[in-house]
């Protein structure tokens, strides 16, 4: 069955640095996401993506935040300047042009921010 | 925005006996409600879902409810197992593709 995929599964790294998050939709899927989880909390929506534009971000998604697609099958998440409330888990997921809604979530990159 | 509250936020039953989580929802737009099952370290696992078009659905021993008068929704579970212990979390969606607004999660455990 496929799946979404994220590299990496751990990153760290230090305050104000760039990271960038990668991700593998499932490859006839349309629309991408990216939520992040803080440890011991909820899940929470970051930004949504369809045909190469950002469809809606959360006031989380600040201008430290971008997303990419910069290939068909890669989708990127890049903070620019990382800041200690930055460290959470990032979950990628991906949803096919159909009426099922369902978005299938790729394993996660736990970032963590010194 | 859509906000989703979830209780309990812990759950402890014992093997074999029925769980609910129950959820509400604020935006009476929101059509999809879906249900995540997540283990520790692991992604969200969607377990079961429900459109706004049906009332009830069920899936061997999970079942969900939904009253869209009320802006509720529950989950059941029966015959609990200890392989259901994990963090559930009920969320909701508006429209296809839409974003998923998730609940703060319940904490299930089942002892043996």
């Known amino acids: 069955e496929p799946e979404v995929t994220q590299t990496p599964s751990h990153q760290v790294t230090q305050m104000g640095q760039e990271v960038i998050l990668r991700c593998v939709p499932i490859s006839n899927h349309l629309y991408f996401y990216w939520y992040r989880q803080i440890l011991g909390q909820k899940v929470e929506f970051l930004v949504s993506?369809?045909?190469?534009?950002?469809?809606?971000k959360s006031e989380i998604f600040d201008d430290q935040f971008s997303v990419e697609r910069p290939d068909g099958s890669n989708f990127t998440l890049k903070i620019r300047s990382t800041k200690l409330e930055d460290s959470a888990m990032y979950f990628c997921?991906?949803?096919?042009?159909?009426?099922?809604?369902?978005?299938?979530f790729g394993p996660g990159t736990r970032l963590t921010v010194t | 925005g859509e906000n989703v509250e979830q209780h309990p936020s812990t759950l402890s039953v014992q093997e074999g006996d029925s769980a609910v989580i129950k959820c509400t929802y604020s935006?009476?737009?929101?059509?999809?409600f879906p249900w995540y099952k997540q283990e520790l370290g692991k992604r969200p696992q969607l377990i079961i879902d429900?459109?706004?078009?049906?009332g009830e659905k069920k899936d061997q021993r999970i079942a969900v409810t939904l009253n869209k008068t009320a802006k509720h929704f529950s989950l059941h579970i029966t015959e609990t197992q200890p392989e259901d212990s994990a963090v559930y979390f009920c969320?909701?969606?508006?429209?296809?593709?839409?974003?998923?607004?998730f609940g703060p999660g319940t904490s299930l455990s089942v002892i043996p």
């Open positions: 993506f369809y045909n190469n534009e950002i469809s809606e």
């Open positions: 997921a991906s949803s096919e042009y159909s009426i099922t809604y369902e978005q299938y």
């Open positions: 969320a909701a969606s508006k429209t296809s593709y839409d974003k998923v607004i």
């Open positions: 935006d009476s737009a929101s059509n999809y």
């Open positions: 429900i459109r706004s078009n049906v």
